[in-house]
């Protein structure tokens, strides 16, 4: 939607902002009904009341050693203590050509799925008490009923000053404070090293992590019969089959390792990946998520 520039700056926000409530309330309603299932929490931090002592780790501080649990035993104990303090998540959704496809058009495409697990995620990191931004614009995380709402805004209407993505499609390089959570949704179907490296660079600075790759059912099953010509979306020459049958189970196998080889870079950082199809309920994906940020968390 085009607004005016010579309307009063005002009318210009609202009519902006017009657009906005959609997305929103379709992602509140989302994690409305996650929530339901959500119970209490409690998290690592800074709080005085014991929690449960965990294997010492490289960057925790000699401060935090039990001494006489780790007399105990031969490893070194961290004592930890419930959560006090607010954790920070930064959420990404990939912007690449190829989110925005669909199979049917009774389907959302990738990336409308995306925008809106990614804002019902935030909605429930809100109502539990932790700070989220979106990665690349630059924002410092925040828990405010406002930071719905921009976000909102920066998915729906998107900015030229937001690096959403690099060269790559993924996450952008950013110094984020350790111990801080990032979550990225897309569809993940870039080179295995080349996400390989950007989780690395992540995972060594001392941030963990969730990948969800949300793909089209037909990006799944290649259900097409016949002769097929297929249109890159991303500048790739377009692939004119005569019969696609006789290359889908080559390429089932290539889309096979592709997922497990996600699957298996996220546990060797210590993250975790999933997978959500589009002809799929949003719930059960944010449920997935949202379980997921808990126990990296600690919550329970």
Do not use: N
């Not at 719905?148 to 984020?176: F, H, I, K, N, Y």
């Not at 500048?235 to 298996?264: F, H, I, K, N």
């Not at 210590?270 to 449920?287: C, F, I, K, R, V």
């Amino acid at each position: 939607m085009a607004v005016s520039p010579d309307l009063p700056l005002q009318q210009r926000g609202e009519a902006l902002a017009a657009g906005l409530p959609p997305l929103l309330i379709a992602a509140e309603r989302v994690a409305s009904t996650v929530a339901q299932g959500v119970h209490g929490r409690r998290r690592v931090g800074q709080g005085e009341t014991f929690w449960q002592f965990r294997p010492y780790e490289l960057g925790d501080t000699p401060q935090t050693i039990d001494w006489r649990q780790t007399a105990k035993s031969d490893r070194v104990f961290v004592r930890q203590t419930e959560w006090e303090a607010a954790q920070s998540v930064w959420l990404w959704r990939d912007t690449s050509p190829s989110m925005d496809w669909s199979s049917d058009r009774a389907l959302e495409t990738k990336r409308a799925r995306a925008d809106l697990l990614l804002l019902g995620l935030a909605v429930l990191a809100i109502q539990a008490g932790e700070r989220v931004s979106l990665a690349g614009t630059g924002r410092r995380p925040d828990a405010s009923r406002a930071t719905l709402t921009r976000l909102a805004l920066e998915l729906e209407r998107g900015s030229e000053s937001v690096l959403l993505a690099d060269e790559d499609a993924l996450a952008p390089r950013q110094d984020l404070p350790r111990f801080g959570q990032v979550v990225w949704f897309g569809d993940f179907l870039q080179p295995l090293e080349i996400i390989e490296a950007r989780v690395r660079y992540f995972a060594e600075r001392g941030l963990r992590g969730h990948i969800l790759q949300i793909l089209d059912p037909a990006e799944e099953g290649l259900p097409f019969r016949g002769r097929v010509r297929f249109e890159g979306l991303e500048g790739e020459d377009p692939w004119l089959l005569s019969r696609v049958e006789t290359v889908r189970g080559a390429y089932l196998e290539r889309l096979t390792q592709q997922r497990d080889g996600l699957v298996e870079i996220a546990r060797q950082a210590g993250w975790t990946a999933g997978l959500h199809h589009t002809d799929s309920t949003p719930q059960s994906a944010l449920l997935g998520l949202y379980q997921a940020l808990a126990v990296q968390t600690g919550r329970r």
